[in-house]
């Protein structure tokens, strides 16, 4: 945590001097907290902030609610450096980090150290491995994220999810009132949720969802691991795909004729060269040729005029179903992708365009609950690793389905959550400890997203 401190000071000086603080660090060379001349000291035990409320706002500078900054984790500890007077706040403003308010009349003063909260059995701060979230964007100068799973169990997912089962689930607020009171919510089949911790209550097990929500473990279904991921490119060369039919076959020429082996679905395979026209063309491959449908490629592309020249951006083929991240015009990342199975400007498209992420989301509800024109409603309580770049489409990851390289979301691009999480932490602006929200400013702008 010392480090944590040292980081966001940096940042906190330059954003206190920057509204004006009365008491400069630099000038009496106090430590923080910093507190305007004549107003009440913060107590001497106070280390952190704690915000009291879910998703509790932040603010770029005390006063403006227009520029909102991200939300809180509830439970988090957070750095404290100084104080303000200011509208908007029946208390006082305190400054939590770069660019980064909390009104006081949402959030309590703590003798504890800063750090996140534990969220349940998976906390996500444990499941970003070794990545600064802190730090801010430097082009070029970051190294990129670790991809490999943590801990043998680990598929890149912040919680346990589950289905209701076939008969739906119930939720009850109380544990203790489960069988007496009516529920609170009632999730029809397939509905999905984050559970935190099972409790035994009335003879049977019991989970509480991430909404705080009590479900009998007999009314859900596990979600699957899938522990597909994508390939980091070594020396910025584009040159992989991936199976996208249950079975591929090798042949020993680029004729075709009798296989000679075969390869599975999510295998990847190093692509050494391609002959033939359309619809007939053949990629040489480790041991031998396949046919090009059978697989989805990763395709170079040059960068657009909207990303600078050493920045990171992303850039998602519709045709392949891939997405391959940059620095600049080096390629450093390829993965499978699903893009939207609507025609193109329909509510289930994925349209082409340059986006910047808008904001980035550590988890959010998407569910189409309030249409009643829909055949069949659905509900995903919690969706990791969320990244929204063009109105409500996002980057994610899906723990509900695998027919990656194939079309198939509601308009947003689906990862396999290792590969979402990957690129929640390389992608622009960062997500510092404690916070499950942030938006982008001019010092660390969204990444850019090209979709093609």
Request: with cysteine; net charge neutral.
């Amino acid at each position: 945590m010392k480090r944590l401190h040292a980081v966001v000071a940096t940042g906190a000086i330059t954003a206190l001097s920057a509204v004006g603080h009365a008491q400069s660090p630099l000038q009496d060379e106090s430590l923080p907290p910093w507190v305007d001349a004549g107003d009440v000291p913060v107590p001497a035990w106070a280390k952190s902030v704690a915000p009291n409320k879910t998703d509790a706002a932040f603010y770029a500078e005390p006063g403006k609610l227009e520029a909102r900054r991200g939300s809180a984790q509830l439970g988090a500890k957070l750095p404290l450096f100084g104080t303000k007077r200011a509208s908007g706040c029946q208390g006082r403003w305190l400054n939590v980090g770069p660019l980064a308010w909390i009104c006081s009349d949402v959030a309590d003063y703590s003798g504890d150290e800063p750090g996140a909260a534990s969220l349940g059995t998976r906390p996500w701060s444990e499941t970003v491995g070794n990545v600064d979230l802190v730090r801010p964007a430097r082009p070029g100068a970051r190294p990129l994220p670790p991809l490999e799973p943590t801990s043998a169990n680990d598929d890149g997912l912040p919680y346990r999810y589950y289905f209701a089962g076939a008969d739906g689930a119930y939720g009850f607020s109380s544990l203790a009132r489960a069988l007496d009171d009516a529920p609170d919510q009632e999730l029809e089949k397939g509905f999905a949720v984050a559970i935190l911790e099972e409790k035994t209550a009335h003879g049977e097990s019991w989970g509480r969802t991430k909404k705080g929500r009590w479900i009998a473990m007999r009314e859900l279904v596990p979600a699957r691991s899938f522990t597909f991921r994508g390939e980091i490119l070594e020396g910025g060369k584009v040159d992989v795909g991936w199976v996208t039919v249950d079975r591929a076959a090798i042949y020993a020429t680029e004729k075709g004729g009798a296989p000679s082996g075969s390869r599975v679905r999510f295998e990847k395979v190093k692509i050494l060269e391609e002959k033939g026209a359309a619809p007939n063309v053949m990629v040489r491959v480790d041991g031998g040729w396949m046919k090009a449908r059978d697989l989805s490629r990763a395709r170079e592309a040059p960068p657009p005029s909207e990303a600078g020249p050493l920045e990171r951006w992303i850039d998602v083929d519709l045709a392949q179903q891939t997405l391959v991240a940059y620095e600049g015009t080096k390629a450093v990342f390829a993965t499978l992708v699903s893009t939207g199975k609507g025609p193109p400007k329909t509510e289930f498209a994925t349209n082409p365009g340059v986006h910047r992420v808008w904001v980035k989301i550590f988890t959010t509800k998407m569910d189409n609950l309030a249409k009643e024109d829909v055949e069949k409603h659905y509900a995903l309580e919690d969706v990791p690793w969320v990244q929204f770049f063009d109105k409500a489409i996002a980057l994610h990851g899906v723990f509900w389905h695998r027919d990656l390289g194939h079309i198939h979301s509601h308009g947003c691009v689906n990862l396999a959550p290792l590969d979402a999480r990957w690129l929640f932490a390389f992608t622009g602006p960062h997500l510092p400890v404690g916070w499950t929200a942030v938006y982008p400013t001019k010092l660390e702008p969204g990444t850019v997203v090209r979709v093609r």
